[in-house]
């Protein structure tokens, strides 16, 4: 910050307190920008000044968010960029001064709209696919192209790649020149969606995310999905949309929602426009997606009426009208939900009867917490393993994978389930003051044997659960190398309450999700970063760096606070140093977990060349390969099929039912975690590779949990270590 600004700065903050709405109530960007640039400086962890190195920071982020593959801005862009703005947008910001933001924007749009009329003449050549040339796949750590000529030549080895990827497709629907034509114009119709609006929602989230990559600024939008994912529920007709030419098109109906019980939308059909109960029609063809959703929901009870192109329609200028009565849709997918596995037992007698609890996210509905009918993670699992213990469980399996957290309350209270009681988390401030979440209730929901299953998308609330179990010696915890590693806590402040004249309940303005303490283990060190290390480490197709904290922009250090005072659980020793040998021997045997390894070798490999030929007779040697390699695998599969399980589901609609559910013999595979995790497209080959596919992670798991039901009646024949 420049002296000579200091108190100008001070005044325009000031005014933006004391100033009359414009014309009408909106919020003004300017003013956004101020409260915005203020509370980082003010409340951020770190304590970090919005200075001349946070503004040279910022302006490399916000080029590379628009961006981010270095394609369309030269060198020359950049070096002017950076000759005006490196060491003023501190400034601006905290002047309330938007237009940087927007003539970067513009610029950008400039660029993607030259480009796009140059790829389009492209596409009118016929390209040579017999050289040995070779296209370069991720840009982001490759320099802009110092000129226009230089992006000239860049684009035209893309574009091949682009087209030859077509043209080597199995199936193709159009050809490659129509099919590239479709998707530019696409980029070009996003690129004329966005507002004003957007451009400071972006901006200003590069600002926040250039002090960590966990704080964020949300728009009014923004806010409500927020909600809608804490809470899992939401008003409106329960349908999935995405945008398609222009069109919001219905990709799925949620089960049990207004839109699916109602019958008479369609997957497939395309909204033109939307009415609310008997109001005028407003055309949506070309409209911002999340405008059109903002239209579609609505209060409970309240009737929106959509126009819509059948799917089906033999003429595309067929339009249909659909009135449907909004009511709350719930998002049963996103809640805990358990199976019964009946296996072999491997001392003989009866089957062995294992729970599996499989937990998406933390949630919570905050707006109504404690009330009736509120959801809540902890109540959910409790009703879960209530009816898990009803059936005879011998062991339970807490599956967090891809969960990616939510509420820190819910991680404290579901850690209370599986022991006494006792400190569950750390948080300290950027003061150093350090605060104990605990667990208060000594009551045990399930004192079990017990396995925490991870990966490398299992992050902050998740983190929390499973350091906090692995402290306690209360469940080994299996899965990739390590968690995400997110350790850090945000706090979401309203800008409204900054801004006085919209009100201290506006949320017109957004709201800044602000990262203000860090997370730390009972045992003392940090989740951040690090994430929680597998005792028992598995291969997985989501095990490499390029996934979790360390791969993000500016991440938070790691570092420790003192241990919290905690007693070890010692009722249930885990037995690691068996369960590891036994697993490592298992793992080194199995064909599935050794093609998960084959495929991450190739994964590195392509990450470490970053290029790939333009060749077709060698691309259709390769393709050819792969093929082979997957009908191999398959035949493979088929030839050694694994032992049937007898699986029963547990949801929160059925758990209190007398007659357990038997699970559908067409449910799908975990493809991401097997073997089948290089099945990328839904063809018949892929699809018959999901049917004969395993996921060799979850079988270990229960492999892993087996072995510890019976070290545990058998103690004295292993090492508790």
Known sequence: MKPTKLLSVALAFSLAI????????????????????????????????????????????????????????????????????????????????????????????????????????????????????????????????????????????????????????????????????????????????????????????????????????????????????????????????????????????????????DGHLKVGDRISAVAQGNGEFVDCVGMKLDKVVDMIRGKKGSTVRLQVVPSRAADPSTRKIIEIVRDEVKLKEQEAKAEIIE???????????????????????????????????????????????????????????????????????LTGLFIKKGPVVQAKDANGNIHVSRDRDPSVAYDGPMVVLTNRLSASASEIFAAALQDYGRAPIVGDQSTFGKGTVQTMLEIGRFIPFLGSDSNDAGALKLTIQKFYRVAGGSTQLRGVISDIKLPSAYDHPEIGESALKGPMPYDEVDPAPFEKVVEHPLFLKELKARSAARVTADREFRWVLEDLNT??????????????????????????????????????????????????????????????????????????????DDDDETLSAKKAAVDPVRNETLNILTDLLELSRSPKTASVH
């Open 18 to 261: 004391v100033l009359p709405s414009r014309a009408s109530s909106e919020p003004d960007p300017g003013q956004i920008c101020i409260s915005v640039g203020r509370l980082l400086e003010q409340g951020h962890y770190s304590k970090r000044k919005l200075d001349d190195e946070l503004s040279r920071q910022l302006l490399k982020n916000y080029l590379e968010l628009l961006d981010y593959n270095h394609l369309f801005f030269t060198q020359k862009d950049v070096d002017a960029f950076t000759a005006k703005y490196a060491t003023a947008l501190d400034d601006d910001i905290l002047l309330g001064n938007p237009n940087p933001a927007f003539e970067i924007y513009d610029l950008y749009a400039k660029r993607v709209e030259e480009r796009v009329a140059k790829v389009k003449e492209l596409l009118k050549q016929d390209f040579d696919f017999t050289t040995n040339e070779m296209v370069e796949i991720n840009r982001q750590k490759s320099p802009w192209p110092k000129d226009d000529a230089d992006a000239d030549k860049l684009w035209t080895s893309r574009v091949k790649g682009e087209f030859l990827q077509e043209k080597l497709g199995e199936h193709p629907i159009d050809p490659p020149v129509k099919v590239l034509t479709r998707r530019y114009d696409q980029l070009l119709r996003n690129l004329h969606e966005q507002t004003r609006e957007d451009v400071v929602k972006m901006f200003l989230t590069t600002l926040a995310q250039t002090y960590d990559p966990h704080s964020e600024y949300m728009s009014k939008s923004d806010l409500e999905n927020f909600s809608i994912q804490m809470r899992l529920s939401l008003v409106g007709i329960g349908a999935v949309l995405h945008s398609e030419e222009g069109y919001a098109k219905i990709m799925e109906l949620v089960p049990g929602g207004p839109a699916q019980t």
């Open 343 to 413: 296996k072999e037992n491997p001392a003989g007698g009866p089957p062995l009867r294992l729970g599996w609890i499989t937990l998406p996210s933390f949630y919570a509905d905050m707006e109504r917490s404690g009330a009736k009918g509120a959801k809540s993670t902890t109540k959910d699992v409790l009703a879960l393993l209530n009816r898990l213990k009803q059936e005879n469980i011998g062991g339970l399996v807490m599956d967090l994978r891809r969960n990616g957290g939510g509420s820190l309350d819910e991680a404290v209270n």
């Open 603 to 680: 994964v590195k490999h392509r990450l470490a060349v970053n290029k790939i030929s333009l060749n077709e007779k060698m691309r259709r040697a390769e393709l050819a390969d792969d093929k082979a390699k997957k009908e191999k695998r398959i035949a493979e599969r088929e030839k050694h099929k694994q032992p049937d399980q007898k699986v029963y589901q547990l949801t929160l609609d059925n758990v209190d039912k007398p007659e357990l559910q038997l699970a559908k013999n067409e449910k799908k595979p975990s493809i991401d975690e097997g073997a089948a995790a290089d099945d990328a």
